[in-house]
């Protein structure tokens, strides 16, 4: 699986974005798929995870109500829509898909759920 991000950029603390991650490689439909990211200094945490369907969600606390994951499987493509941002959402922000059920045995929020990770695309949120 190939996973390339794109949308992230340089922001003021209470906008909007929305970033994107297409796949390829293996059915989009097969796996969950989850956005994960990293501040400087900081270990990679996770943000928020979709099931295949697009059924199930999860989220960070940080990030309840603020983020919002999607996913359209006819485009093979996630999304990650982030509005009120804060300063501290600054970090480089992956995403990631789901290795063979691994959500059910490992969790969503472990990142040793996913098997395959983009190469990340940075958020930054001015003050």
């Known amino acids: 699986v190939q996973l390339v991000e794109s949308g992230g950029g340089l922001v003021q603390a209470g906008d909007s974005l929305r970033l994107s991650c297409a796949a390829s490689g293996r059915a989009f439909s097969d796996y969950g798929m989850g956005w994960f990211r990293q501040a400087p200094g900081k270990e990679r945490e996770f943000v928020a995870a979709i099931s295949w369907s697009g059924g199930s969600t999860w989220y960070a606390d940080s990030v309840k109500g603020r983020f919002t994951i999607s996913r359209d499987n006819a485009k093979n493509t996630v999304f990650l829509q982030m509005n009120s941002l804060k300063p501290e959402d600054t970090a480089v922000y992956y995403c990631?898909?789901?290795?063979?059920?691994?959500?059910?045995?490992?969790?969503?929020?472990?990142?040793?759920?996913?098997?395959?990770w983009g190469q990340g695309t940075q958020v930054t949120v001015s003050s």
């Open positions: 990631a898909a789901e290795g063979f059920h691994s959500f059910s045995s490992t969790g969503s929020e472990d990142a040793r759920a996913y098997m395959h």
